[in-house]
């Protein structure tokens, strides 16, 4: 009796799992060429933009909050890059300067970090509930995108010779090792992520306060660095989505990252983490990225079958 509980409670651990497990064999079956390195690869690169989101997302539902401003973070970030590519950052003494490519990620990624430790510290400095909070964080975040350049996108973010700043559609479609550069960076992520959550202090604060946040800060636990930490790691995590994305578009537009909360909360819920806080892994929200993300069979307009990436 004990051994069977044991392996009902492992099946039931397993289940996004095995449901992915489940899917992938469908599709094997129904589409010759599904399990071919190349469709794999393009597959998974498009899972790296949910799962990615889906790692910060993790973090901050572990404490028993939620971030609603991934998507738009990701678009205003886009417009970031697209800005600092197109016409440079313009000084007060009427000088413009440009940025090279790597500069302008680390920019773009620290203005992720900024507006993720807005996010935290409003949550823990105000009291204002995570749900309200990063909800006007999202309708600010949009705006602010529209606004940015009148509405527009910048197009054509080839950068120029001359002001060293070419080769930002490396960052979305060039590889290493065969293997595309968003793929990478997810593992990147899903490595610290497990890391700070299974290796760290802070990680047992995460979980100790998402189980219990009245009994953690009886315990003495750093509740406030805490929080803002999870909520700023989301803003980094939203950050690379939308420099991603316009490079692989090579195009920065205002609503790029729109409902991408939506895919980032259904993947980490479908990996198994707890919206109450307190329970789940970044491991399980990646299978959950790919369960939430894997193709879909539609007919295009020749009648032939198509399967292509979810939202895509």
């Known amino acids: 009796m004990n051994q069977k509980y044991m392996i009902y409670m492992y099946l039931l651990k397993a289940r996004t799992f095995i449901a992915l497990l489940l899917v992938i064999a469908f599709f094997s079956v129904m589409v010759p060429n599904f399990l071919t390195t190349s469709n794999l690869l393009i597959m998974t690169q498009h899972v790296a933009i949910t799962g990615l989101l889906a790692i910060g997302m993790t973090l901050v539902i572990l404490t028993g909050g939620i971030d609603l401003s991934v998507g738009a973070v990701a678009g205003i970030c886009g417009m970031v890059a ?46 204002v509930a995570p749900f309200i909070c990063t909800l006007g964080m999202m309708y600010v975040a949009r705006g602010s995108a529209l606004l940015f350049n009148d509405g527009s996108t910048y197009p054509n973010l080839n950068g120029m010779e001359a002001l060293g700043n070419t080769g930002f559609s490396t960052l979305g479609s060039g590889t290493l090792m065969g293997i595309y550069l968003p793929i990478w960076l997810m593992i990147g992520f899903l490595l610290l992520g497990y890391w700070l959550t299974t290796k760290t202090p802070l990680g047992r604060y995460i979980y100790a306060i998402g189980g219990n946040e009245s009994a953690a800060r009886l315990a003495g636990v750093p509740i406030v660095k805490a929080k803002i930490f999870v909520y700023a790691f989301s803003g980094l995590c939203s950050a690379f989505v939308g420099l991603i994305v316009a490079s692989q578009l090579q195009t920065a537009h205002p609503m790029t990252g729109n409902m991408f909360e939506m895919d980032a909360i259904g993947a980490t819920v479908l990996g198994g983490t707890a919206l109450a806080g307190g329970r789940g892994r970044v491991t399980g929200s990646i299978i959950g990225a790919f369960r939430h993300r894997l193709p879909r069979r539609r007919h295009g307009d020749d009648g032939c079958q198509r399967f292509l990436a979810d939202g895509h």
């Open 82 to 127: 697209g800005a600092l590519l197109t016409n440079g950052l313009p000084l007060w003494n009427g000088s413009v300067i440009f940025f090279n490519v790597p500069e302008v990620i680390l920019c773009v990624a620290l203005f992720g970090v900024l507006v993720g430790f807005v996010n935290g510290a409003v949550i823990t400095r105000f009291g």
